[in-house]
């Protein structure tokens, strides 16, 4: 009996953890196929990485590449906007086909406004937060996020190296969310693989995203297989 229990909490905690492939990584002449590949090995979610040459040092997915997207993904698209004036596009995304829209904390003065719009128009509203910005800016707009992205690499680019002060960012925001009671989730981004998964989950991250990890081992589908695998180690 208690070890029935047990496994039934394990399962239960296995559900929350969410594999997030970055396309980023993926290959274009071949979009559609990568998408497959990873629902196949068991995503939960699709990150699509929108950069505006501005905010980041990088261009890459809009508008239309996400409707396009939106007809064949089966799982949510969680479209991370490292954009300037995010305010102008968040509902666009959104109304493309996006369940989940992150806007960038040091990119809007008006969070409150940006995430409210997201939820009326039916998303999932998040914060994403860089590597040296402070968790206290997200200290009153918490409440009006459905989760908090945190990064674990300087954004911009794809394939790079995991930043650790992060996984003590993930704890403190865990602390800060149970703390309150909320059911805000949080979700890292960068740097994520094989070696490293079970150390953020761990911390308290429950949407794990992964490009090059993903991406760049030739089977797409058996690396997110695997991630989920070392993701359960520590659960
Ligand atoms: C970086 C992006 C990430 C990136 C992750 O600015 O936000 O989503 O694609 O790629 P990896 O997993 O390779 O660090
Ligand atoms: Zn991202």
Redesign the pocket.
């Known amino acids: 009996m208690v070890f029935g229990n047990k496994v039934k909490e394990k399962k239960k905690i296995l559900k929350m953890i969410e594999i ?1 492939p ?4 993926a290959d274009f002449t071949k979009l559609g196929e990568d998408i497959r590949a990873v629902e196949t090995g068991g995503a939960g979610v699709l ?1 699509v ?1 929108v ?1 505006d040459g501005k905010f ?1 040092p ?1 261009i890459t997915i809009g508008l239309p590449v996400v409707k396009s997207i939106a007809k064949i993904a089966k799982i949510p698209i969680d479209c ?1 906007l ?1 954009i300037e004036e995010p305010s102008r596009y968040a509902v666009k995304f959104v109304e493309a086909g996006a369940s989940m829209v992150s806007i960038h904390v040091e990119a809007d003065v008006h969070l409150h406004r940006t995430l409210s719009a997201i939820r009326e128009a039916g998303g999932k509203a998040g914060i ?1 937060i860089n590597p040296a910005t402070s968790l206290n800016l997200l200290d009153e707009a918490l409440p009006f996020a459905d989760f908090i ?1 945190i ?10 190296k ?1 930043i650790h002060t992060a996984l003590e960012e993930v704890r403190k925001l865990r602390m800060m969310i149970n703390e309150r009671g909320l059911s805000t989730r949080i979700e890292i ?5 094989v070696d490293n998964i079970a150390k953020v989950v761990e911390a308290g991250a429950e949407i794990i ?8 081992k030739g089977d797409a589908s058996k690396a997110v297989s695997e991630l989920l695998i070392e993701a359960s180690v520590w659960v």
Request: aromatic residues 8%.
């Open positions: 997030a970055s396309i980023l990584s990150h990485d950069m980041v990088n991370h490292m994403a992205l990064m674990s690499v300087n954004p911009g680019f794809g394939g790079q995991f981004d960068g740097g994520i693989d995203v992964a490009g090059s990890a993903v991406y760049g």
